[in-house]
């Protein structure tokens, strides 16, 4: 099953797959910011000390592409 497919509720999709929890709030952040509401969880299976591991996080369905070009790290050019 492809991450984009995993989804917790009704219409969401996974974005992005995060380190761990602080930098799942910096994506939620960045998406907040354009209006975009996302939440994360725990990917299953990953170790978990406290806020450590991998998280998914998640957005509505209809934003999922907008939501991909905001998270994309940006391009180098040389």
Excluded: C, W
């Excluded at 995993?6 to 996974?14: D, E, F, N, S, T």
């Excluded at 592409?65 to 050019?77: F, M, Q, S, V």
């Amino acid at each position: 099953m492809a991450e984009s497919d995993q989804q917790p509720g009704p219409k969401l999709r996974v974005v992005a797959t995060a380190a761990n929890e602080a930098e799942a709030e910096l994506f939620r952040q960045r998406l907040a910011q354009a209006g975009i509401q996302a939440q994360s969880e725990r990917v299953i299976g990953g170790p978990e000390f406290g806020s450590s591991g991998a998280r998914y996080v998640y957005v509505a369905a209809a934003d999922l592409e907008r939501a991909r070009e905001l998270l994309e790290p940006p391009h180098e050019e040389g």
